[in-house]
C-alpha cells in the first residue's frame, strides 16, 4: 500500500524484504492438518501469488506473527441497526454505542476468544495481545508452526512485475478446524507483500524552500468557507491513521507561520510502533494530514495512531482506534488498490469500520493519485481499472481530488484534477444510501466528494527535505482527506453545540442532500475535467463524487435534518404556467428575445414549440424564468425535458446551462452533456413549500462553436 500524497512527481522502488532472509538453514516440515476435518478460509492468500516466482521455502525457525480475525455476530441486525442509525425519523438516529455496547450486541464473545486462544497455544504459538473490541488476536511462531497450525506453507517468492521484489507468501488458503469455523473470520500476516510503503516524490530538485508557497489555511479555509462554520474543533478529537512518524518540531513551524494554536499532537502506539525519533519516507505524509487538519480545525485534539507497515498492524490499528473510542473523526491518507490486497485483511478492517459507524465516527479516506488505475505502482499495474481501499469500505467517505482556482481568499472555479482516484469496487456492493443522478450499477463507487488535490494547485507544508525541513507543495488525495476530516471536526462541534448528534458514518446524510433541493447550495458539482475513464459530470461522478464543500451552507443543511416537511392539507397540481411553451409565446415565462421557437432546426419534445437556447456560435447569454408559489406542506418536484447538441469537442465545458431555484443552483451541464434526443431530469423542491420561487435556465455561450441548450415540457408536480 501507498499513501495518497503526491508532490509534483512520484517515484517507484522496490518493496524491500523486511522479515526473510532467502538464505533457507532448514526447510518447513509439510503441513500436517490435524485429524479432525478442517475448513479453508477464503480470499487469505495474496494476489501476488498467481504471477510471482517461487523461490523457496521460509526457513522453518523464523518467526512470523499473525493476526485470526474474529467473526462478528448478528451482521443481519447490525446491518439493520447502522442503516436505521443514519436514518431520520427512526428511533435509533443518532442514538450510538459504546465499544462495550456494540461487543455486548455484536462482538466475538469472550468464549470465541478463548476457544481459539487454545488452539493457538495448542499449536505452539505464543498468543500476544487480543484486540479491547475482541475482534482481533495476535499470535507468533516459527514458520513451521504457523503452517501446522493453518495447514498451509511459507514460501519466497520474487514479483517480475515489481522489479524482482522479494517477499514471503502462504502457498494456499490457510485453514482451521472445522470446530473453529463460525468463530474465524481470517488469518492474516502469512504474507508480507502488501505493504505501505512511501512514495513521496518532493517538487522539482527537492529542495525545501525558506518561505511558504502554494495554498494556506486562508486560501482553502476561504475558498470552501470553512471560515464561516463559526467553529474551530474545540472539544472535538480526530485520529490520523498512519504509517510513519513525524518530527512537532515541524508542526509547530506551520502553526507559528499560519497564526494557528491548538492542542498540542500526541502519538498512539499499535504493537509498539512508534517513528516519532526517527521517521522514514512517509515522514512528509504524516506531516501533511496533521497540518491540514491544523489549518481547518485548529483547535482539535489530534491523535496520530502509528502501526508497523503491515496487514497485521494496519488491522490492529482499526480495532485498536474503535476500541479506545476516543475520537469523533478518523483521516486515513494510505490505502492500495483491491486486486492487489488481500481480501481477508480487507475484511477484516472492515468490520473495525462498521464498529465505528455504529459509535459515530466518521471516515474519510483518500481516493488515489493514480485515476481509475489505480494499481498503476502496485502489482497489477497501469492497464487494470481498479480504486482504492479503504476509500471503496461502504463505511467510508472516499474523497477524490480537483484543481481548485481562487480569487484571493475566494472560490473562483473548479475541474477535477486528471489522476484523481475514482471507479467501482470490485470487492464491495453499492450501499442502499448511494443514489442519485451519475449513479449506476450494483457495486460501490468511489468518490463520495472531493476537494482540491492537484499539485498543480497544491499545500504548503513544512516538513523534511532531503537534507534538511522546509517549505515544499504537496497535492493529492492525502490532502483531500484530512481536508474533510477537518470539516467534520469543525461539524461535531457545532452538532455538540446545537445538542445534536455528531456527524457519524456520513455518506447517508451526504447523499441524502445531493439528492434533494439543497444540492446546489452545499455542494461545488465540479462538472469539468475527468480521469482515464470516467469524466464528470453535472450530479455524482466517478472523479468528485458529488463535489467539493460550501461548509457552512453544508452545516447548516445537516444541522437542519433531512426528514421531508409535514403533510398539509395539499391539493395535487401542476403549477407552472404554459409549461410546454405552446401558446406560441413566452407569458407567464419571462425569457431573452427569439427563445420561445417552432422552427424545424431543433425539434420539440411534444408539440410544436419549446425553449431554444444559445446556438448562436459566438459569446450570447440566453434565459427562461418564471416565478411559482408553492403551497405549504406539499411535496414538489420540479421537472423538465432537455437536449442538448453541439459543435464543440473533447471534455472541456465551454458553454454552460444553470438551473436554479431561487438562488439554489440545482444543475449546470455544458457542451460535454449533449447527446442524441431528449432527456428528462427532476428535482424535489419540496423545502420551497409555503414560498414563492423563481425558477431560472441561463444558458451561455463562449465566443467560437455553437451550443444549444432546448427546453421543454416542464412541470412542477405538487401533491
Not at 490435524?34 to 495474496?46: E, G, K, S
Not at 473510542?325 to 492500495?336: A, K, M, Y
Not at 481498479?386 to 467510508?396: C, G
Request: with cysteine.
Amino acid at each position: 500500500m501507498r499513501p495518497r500524497s503526491l508532490a509534483l512527481a512520484s517515484a517507484l522502488a522496490v518493496l524491500p524484504l523486511t522479515v526473510v532472509s532467502l538464505g533457507v538453514s532448514t526447510a518447513q516440515a509439510a503441513p500436517t492438518p490435524n485429524a479432525t476435518a478442517r475448513v479453508a478460509l477464503p480470499q487469505t492468500v495474496t494476489p501476488a501469488v498467481a504471477h510471482s516466482n517461487k523461490k523457496g521455502d521460509v526457513p522453518a525457525e523464523q518467526q512470523i506473527s499473525v493476526a485470526v480475525s474474529l467473526k462478528l455476530h448478528n451482521t443481519a441486525e447490525l446491518d439493520r441497526f447502522l442503516h436505521a442509525l443514519a436514518t431520520p425519523g427512526t428511533a435509533e438516529y443518532g442514538h450510538y454505542l459504546t465499544p462495550e455496547q456494540f461487543g455486548a450486541k455484536f462482538g466475538a464473545t469472550q468464549a470465541d476468544v478463548d476457544q481459539v486462544r487454545a488452539f493457538l497455544t495448542a499449536q505452539g504459538l505464543k498468543v500476544g495481545s487480543v484486540s479491547a473490541n475482541r475482534q482481533v488476536i495476535d499470535a507468533t511462531g516459527s514458520a513451521d508452526q504457523v503452517a501446522k497450525a493453518f495447514g498451509t506453507h511459507e514460501s519466497t517468492y520474487t514479483d517480475p512485475q515489481q522489479a524482482g521484489a522479494t517477499f514471503f507468501a502462504n502457498d494456499s488458503a490457510a485453514t482451521v478446524p472445522a470446530a473453529l469455523a463460525g468463530v474465524v473470520e481470517g488469518v492474516d500476516g502469512l504474507n508480507n507483500r502488501t505493504v505501505r510503503t512511501t512514495r513521496i516524490a518532493k517538487p522539482g530538485a527537492s529542495t525545501p524552500h525558506a518561505t511558504p508557497s502554494g495554498f494556506g489555511p486562508a486560501q482553502y479555509d476561504g475558498a470552501y468557507n470553512l471560515n464561516k462554520v463559526g467553529a474551530d474543533g474545540t472539544g472535538t478529537t480526530v485520529a490520523l491513521w498512519e504509517f510513519d512518524g513525524y518530527k512537532s518540531t515541524n508542526l509547530s513551524t506551520y502553526d507559528s507561520q499560519f497564526g494557528l494554536s491548538g492542542p498540542a499532537i500526541s502519538t498512539v502506539s499499535v504493537d509498539g510502533a512508534n517513528y516519532d525519533s526517527k521517521p522514514g519516507e512517509g515522514q512528509g505524509e504524516v506531516e501533511l494530514d496533521s497540518e491540514i487538519v491544523r489549518g481547518v480545525a485548529p483547535k482539535a485534539t489530534q491523535l496520530i495512531y502509528e502501526a508497523p507497515n503491515s496487514d497485521q498492524g494496519e488491522i490492529d490499528m482499526a480495532a485498536k482506534i474503535v476500541a479506545d473510542n476516543r475520537v469523533s473523526v478518523i483521516s486515513i491518507s494510505w490505502g492500495s488498490c483491491e486486486p492487489d490486497t488481500t481480501a481477508s485483511s480487507m475484511t477484516a478492517v472492515n468490520n473495525s469500520f462498521k464498529q465505528a459507524a455504529a459509535q459515530g465516527i466518521s471516515i474519510f479516506s483518500a481516493s488515489g493519485d493514480d485515476g481509475s488505475k489505480d494499481c498503476t505502482r502496485s502489482t497489477s499495474g497501469a492497464s487494470v481499472t481498479a480504486v482504492d481501499f479503504p476509500a471503496s469500505s461502504p463505511y467510508n467517505t472516499g474523497v477524490g481530488g480537483t484543481n481548485l482556482k481562487v480569487s484571493g481568499n475566494a472560490y473562483s472555479s473548479e475541474s477535477a484534477w486528471s489522476t484523481a482516484g475514482g471507479g467501482v469496487s470490485t470487492q464491495y456492493a453499492k450501499p442502499s444510501w448511494q443514489t442519485g443522478t451519475g449513479v449506476s450499477g450494483t457495486m460501490r463507487t468511489v468518490p463520495d466528494v472531493s476537494s482540491n488535490a492537484d499539485p498543480a494547485s497544491g499545500f504548503a507544508i513544512y516538513t523534511q527535505g532531503t537534507s534538511s525541513a522546509g517549505w515544499q507543495v504537496y497535492g493529492g488525495t492525502s490532502a483531500a482527506a484530512p481536508l474533510w476530516s477537518g470539516y467534520a471536526a469543525l461539524f461535531n462541534q457545532k452538532a455538540k453545540a446545537a445538542a445534536q448528534p455528531v456527524l457519524g458514518e456520513a455518506n447517508p446524510k451526504l447523499y441524502s442532500l445531493a439528492n434533494s433541493s439543497s444540492y446546489g447550495s452545499v455542494f461545488h458539482d465540479v462538472t469539468t475535467g475527468r480521469n482515464q475513464d470516467f469524466p464528470t459530470k453535472a450530479g455524482y461522478d466517478q472523479v468528485t463524487g458529488w463535489g467539493t464543500p460550501v461548509a457552512d451552507a453544508l452545516t447548516t443543511a445537516l444541522l437542519g435534518g433531512t426528514t421531508p416537511p409535514p403533510s398539509g392539507n395539499c391539493t395535487a397540481a401542476q403549477l407552472i404556467g404554459n409549461a410546454g411553451f405552446e401558446t406560441g409565446s413566452a407569458a407567464p415565462w419571462t425569457t431573452s428575445s427569439g427563445v420561445v421557437d417552432n422552427s424545424a432546426s431543433e425539434a420539440a419534445h411534444g408539440g410544436s414549440w419549446k425553449a431554444w437556447m444559445d446556438g448562436y456560435g459566438s459569446a450570447h447569454s440566453d434565459s427562461v424564468s418564471q416565478t411559482v408559489s408553492i403551497p405549504a406542506g406539499c411535496k414538489a418536484t420540479f421537472s423538465f425535458w432537455m437536449h442538448i447538441d453541439t459543435a464543440e469537442t473533447g471534455s472541456t465545458a465551454y458553454d454552460k446551462l444553470t438551473v436554479q431555484a431561487g438562488s439554489t443552483t440545482l444543475a449546470t451541464y455544458s457542451n460535454v452533456n449533449a447527446a442524441t434526443g431528449y432527456v428528462q431530469k427532476s428535482f424535489d423542491l419540496s423545502a420551497f413549500a409555503g414560498q414563492s420561487v423563481t425558477l431560472k435556465f441561463t444558458g451561455t455561450e463562449d465566443s467560437s462553436l455553437q451550443t444549444s441548450f432546448v427546453i421543454d415540457d416542464t412541470a412542477l408536480n405538487v401533491s
